[in-house]
């Protein structure tokens, strides 16, 4: 059975950090490609960051220089650093492993941006 669960969310002042993990079980976690997406309320959902099997990254243009997309095979987790935090990043995050036609989707974490 695939897992993917996703923590670190919480309530942070704006300028702040957070990072967010995904820990995997229930597939050859080396082999996949590993997303965070996010979806503020009323809007769809949007990528975040991308990192595939090799470790090259890319990012959304509205986080580009704050936050960090990194893996670790052994772990079995993706990671997203996430540093001077905006209101505008308000939304569930959520983590997402990719192989081919195959799609599996975390749960989902809250991320709250407000002074």
């Known amino acids: 059975q695939v897992q993917l669960v996703e923590s670190g969310g919480g309530l942070v002042q704006p300028g702040g950090s957070l990072r967010l993990t995904c820990a995997a079980s229930?597939?050859?976690?080396?082999?996949?490609?590993m997303g965070w997406y996010r979806q503020a309320p009323g809007k769809q959902r949007e990528l975040v960051a991308l990192i595939n099997t090799g470790g090259s990254s890319n990012s959304a243009d509205s986080v580009k220089g704050r936050f960090t997309i990194s893996r670790d095979n052994d772990k079995k987790t993706v990671y997203l650093q996430m540093n001077n935090l905006k209101p505008e990043d308000t939304a569930v995050y959520y983590c997402k492993a990719n192989l081919r036609t195959r799609d599996h989707w975390g749960q989902g974490t809250q991320v709250t941006v407000s002074s």
């Open positions: 229930g597939i050859t976690f080396r082999l996949y490609t």
